[in-house]
């Protein structure tokens, strides 16, 4: 079991120590259990309800700005392709959408397994073990860019034999290949990012991504415009933006102080334990991966509708802003995930549970915000003319039906998105896996091809099939939380990071003991007493001999 550090005050940037507020033994500082029989009869009451509400809406609300900013740097780019031509954004749009699906979100999504065991570690206060779990997942990560890499280059070719415009695939192939180097630095700036959120964290990436999105804007015009690389330029732009983001954070977690509690001293158990860190990470990629494909899906399904082109252009439209409103959820997802992990790392089960219910608290009261925005028709209008002039009054009158569609499903979206939260805070993404796999390849897809086609709703129907997906995910979700054991859960957590932590210990045990056998057998000992080395004495001396560091 990891021991507990006492707080830090010399250390303002850092956060409260996660022991502050629960019971330890007073010998050893450990978290203590909370009594078993008291947990299970007893329920989180609406006070503690309403304290971890305000402890996640500090976590959520500057997680929240972060992730759209982060998802608005490919639209600046975009924006600036947009007007270079037809061809140069439709030639983006396709590099960008295949560089997500196929490279993006597998990198970012295998960094789950960080998401669980870092938040964990830290609430056992096994400070040590995160830096390993760092390094390993940094490793893990950058071993898989390189086939993702080769999956990248032939995406282009395969859709050129899939029927696609040959010059079409060409410009995108080029642009893909350049904003490869992003790729690489998402397996650096994700497991940076992650693990300051595991410590609950988040401000500073804030105030990054606003930074490196306003920097963006300025790159943009000097790559594309000054420098006239064209099209090319926004890919250079991008990952400049991934660069500058890694860079910044890296500055920041050095200025505070942070580095041993972040990326730590580099050790070989990094390379130890890939199998339990592939599992659960290979299971939080297939988690998210189900069900971003699965909506991907859909617009590729709407290009096979009557009329096409306004039928790819609405499903692309509403697939975009249901995307910003779920880094809403999203937001408040990860931050339940972190004080779920927090709190099951400390053994304080039903403060884990306090979590989760406080979180489940909070998604109805953002969908209703949400679904006003969306519904309200003064409101939803501003929506529709960030993506329209108004000129296609068709176009529009669809696009007004999917929004209402759009808010009915964010409902439950927004449940199974923070429930999906507490299932990787207890480090259960192979069940979150399966989960989504039926909800959306067994009823959400076959439902929205037969409304979309057989019944002839079109696009509507697309969108109408998919909502069945989000509720089968919270009815399952909810399921699998309503049955977990917390006291269960929460030992097997606070093992795991002090089984890690106890290793690097033993390492560092080790290191010591070889280093002082190598000074006790180079001839520079007498009597068993440490000499003085350059003027330096060694902390290796007999009872009755003087403690080190006094004259002799």
Request: proline share 4%; aromatic share 10%.
């Amino acid at each position: 079991m990891a021991v507990a550090s006492e707080k830090n005050t010399s250390e303002p940037l850092l956060p409260d120590d996660p022991f502050h507020s629960g019971e330890h033994d007073a010998e050893l500082g450990i978290p203590v259990l909370e009594d078993a029989e008291q947990y299970e009869s007893s329920w989180p009451g609406w006070r503690n309800i309403k304290q971890e509400v305000l402890k996640q809406s500090t976590l959520a609300l500057p997680l929240g700005v972060n992730l759209i900013v982060n998802y608005s740097i490919t639209t600046i780019s975009l924006t600036f392709n947009s007007h270079l031509g037809t061809q140069a954004v439709a030639a983006a749009s396709l590099a960008s959408a295949t560089y997500w699906m196929f490279g993006k979100l597998l990198v970012q999504s295998l960094c789950g397994a960080l998401d669980t065991r870092a938040s964990q570690a830290y609430g056992s206060g096994a400070y040590e073990a995160i830096g390993v779990i760092f390094q390993r997942c940094v490793l893990f990560m950058l071993a898989h860019c390189i086939p993702i890499t080769f999956v990248q280059l032939a995406v282009p070719e395969v859709l050129k034999l899939a029927g696609e415009d040959p010059e079409l695939c060409t410009l995108a192939s080029a642009y893909a290949l350049r904003l490869l180097p992003s790729l690489y630095l998402e397996a650096f700036s994700r497991p940076l990012n992650r693990v300051l959120i595991a410590q609950r964290i988040a401000a500073p990436q804030m105030a990054i991504s606003m930074i490196v999105a306003v920097l963006h804007i300025f790159i943009n015009i000097f790559f594309i415009h000054t420098l006239g690389l064209g099209f090319l330029g926004a890919a250079y732009a991008i990952c400049l933006a991934s660069l500058n983001n890694t860079l910044l954070t890296a500055a920041y977690i050095v200025i505070a102080g942070m580095q041993d509690r972040v990326w730590g001293r580099p050790t070989w158990d990094a390379f130890k334990r890939w199998g339990e860190f592939a599992r659960l990470a290979y299971s939080s990629c297939f988690m998210k991966v189900a069900e971003s494909w699965a909506f991907g899906m859909i617009v590729l399904l709407a290009g096979l509708l009557p009329d096409p082109d306004r039928s790819v252009a609405s499903a692309s439209i509403t697939f975009n802003a249901y995307g910003i409103t779920y880094m809403v959820f999203l937001a408040q997802s990860i931050a339940v995930s972190t004080r779920v992990g927090n709190e099951l790392g400390a053994m304080r089960p039903k403060a884990a549970r306090t979590a989760a219910a406080a979180g489940m608290t909070m998604a109805p009261l953002l969908w209703a915000v949400i679904a006003v925005i969306l519904a309200e028709p003064h409101l939803q209008r501003l929506v529709l003319l960030l993506y329209l002039d108004g000129s296609d009054a068709v176009l529009w009158r669809a696009l007004t039906r999917l929004l209402l569609i759009t808010a009915a499903v964010e409902l439950f979206d927004g449940l199974q998105t923070v429930l999906g939260g507490v299932v990787q805070g207890s480090g259960k993404q192979q069940r979150g896996a399966l989960i989504n796999v039926v909800a959306f390849y067994i009823f959400a897809l076959p439902l929205a091809v037969f409304l979309g086609f057989y019944c002839k709703w079109n696009v509507i129907g697309l969108f109408a099939g998919m909502g069945l997906g989000p509720f089968v995910q919270t009815i399952l979700y909810g399921t699998l939380v309503a049955r977990l054991d917390w006291g269960k859960e929460s030992k097997k957590a606070a093992m795991l990071a002090g089984r890690e932590e106890a290793e690097v210990m033993v390492r560092r045990l080790s290191e010591s003991m070889s280093a002082a056998e190598r000074l006790l057998t180079s001839g520079s000992l007498d009597n068993m007493q440490v000499g003085s080395l350059n003027g330096v004495h060694h902390p290796i001396c007999r009872d009755d001999q003087e403690s080190p560091g006094q004259e002799q």
